[in-house]
């Protein structure tokens, strides 16, 4: 596909905006950081030069709506302007290597091996870009905002391309998780949201967790130690109670795959009150749902051992998108559909977390998430080839044309 080649400097200039998060300002501030509010300007403007529909409201979400020239089913296409904290995030200062060698690329603070990257020999003869390695690039997930972007603009540039409604969704602050706090939910009217935030060339994620917290608060009856027995309910000793009887063999630490995991994640408190986070992640609804009851009941149980009461406050953070794409099983048709036309290899990967799409898949929209072509994200060796954003915006374009009609 000609006429894609714009989105080298596309990327390159989203990487110069300060778009780092900050989880502290989660609650205080929406965007977290000011440069994430400049990005979701600029893009907001960038949509309203296409000729898009723009509405950018107190969600702090940037939207914009393509009216169709065509019959077809509405598609959106999601992609968040942050980057994360990992290693510093602002000040990126991307370098270009173009007709890459080959060779292990040599930055400022780091190297990016090719031993360590096979993916590059996927790149050789094409462009690869880098940060100096003093920060990250910021590929994640500003590849993502412009392949869309790219793909937007081939578009519209392109009127005998048919094609129905398109909705595009730019996001604050997916790496603090509470970029979905507040999003224009009565605005989407698609049933189906890709969102463009994973990784190597061809991956497609269409699973994600079951994710619940969990914070049990024990309330313990403290009285003066040189005088207690009989008497002290110790909070901390029933907190620790709790937290040795979650199965080691069900941990984050002994589990991979498809396997589900209780994460004993936080742990504080006194004689008086203590308080214990735990984490519940599984696949399956049934699985999900028997960890929760789980946790109900191991919390119960060391109440009664123990003479304490043990206040069990559990919230689902967000649901396995499996279930959402089942409603919509056009999501994944499309996207298989558009990558045999265009012979990319897909693969089919599951992830061990969430993605922001998780959450619009709590409401029945099918959201799975297309690679961007970003390597080794949140580190100082991230690395992104310009050719895998190519193909990526190409991939959009093939999936809008098979949802026409
Ligand atoms: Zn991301």
């Keep these: ?29 929406r965007p977290t950081t000011e440069g994430q509010e400049k990005l979701l300007e600029h893009l907001a403007g960038e949509l309203e030069a296409l000729g898009l529909d723009v509405y950018y409201g107190e969600e702090k979400v940037v939207m914009g709506t393509l009216k169709g020239n065509a019959p077809g089913v509405p598609v959106a296409f999601m992609a968040h302007v942050d980057t994360a904290d990992d290693v510093p995030g602002n000040g990126v200062k991307a370098r270009v290597w173009e007709d890459y060698d080959g060779s292990d690329i040599v930055l400022d603070g780091a190297v990016i091996r090719r031993s360590e990257n096979p993916d590059l020999a996927r790149y050789i003869g094409g462009t690869i870009i880098t940060s100096d390695g003093t920060t990250l690039l910021g590929s994640d997930d500003k590849a993502g905002v412009a392949i869309i972007m790219e793909a937007l603009s081939y578009i519209v540039s392109h009127p005998d391309i048919l094609h129905g409604d398109i909705e595009v969704f730019f996001t604050p602050d997916e790496e603090t998780g509470s970029g979905m706090d507040s999003f224009p939910y009565d605005r989407i009217r698609s049933r189906i949201c890709y969102t463009v935030d994973g ?68 742990i504080s408190g006194t004689a008086a009150e203590a308080k214990v986070g735990i984490l519940i992640r599984d696949f399956t609804s049934e699985g999900f749902e028997h960890r929760i009851e789980t946790v109900k009941a191991l919390s119960h149980s060391i109440g009664l051992l123990y003479g304490v009461r043990i206040d069990s406050d559990i919230s689902v953070s967000y649901r396995n998108m499996a279930e959402a794409n089942k409603l919509e099983p056009k999501a994944m048709e499309a996207v298989d559909a558009a990558a045999r036309r265009l012979s990319i290899d897909l693969k089919k990967e599951i992830i061990r977390g969430g993605t922001d799409g998780a959450r ?40 809008v044309g098979e949802m026409a009609g």
Excluded: Q
């Design 199 to 266: 990784g190597a060339e061809g991956g497609v994620e269409t699973e994600c967790f079951n994710a619940a917290s969990a914070v049990l608060t024990i309330h313990g009856s403290p009285t003066h130690f040189g005088d207690a027995r009989g008497k002290l309910r110790n909070a901390v000793t029933a907190a620790s109670a709790l937290v040795s009887a979650l199965p080691g063999s069900e941990s984050p630490e002994a589990t991979d795959g498809r396997y589900g995991y209780y994460c004993a994640e936080s």
């Design 360 to 399: 619009l898949a709590e409401k029945g929209v099918s959201c799975p998430n297309l690679f961007t072509g970003g390597h080794n994200l949140h580190s100082l060796t991230e690395w992104v080839a310009v050719e895998a954003m190519e193909h990526g915006a190409e991939l959009l374009v093939a999936i």
């Design 1 to 29: 596909m000609d006429g894609l080649k714009g989105i080298r400097d596309r990327f390159l200039g989203y990487t110069a905006f300060d778009t780092m998060s900050d989880a502290s300002a989660c609650g205080i501030r």
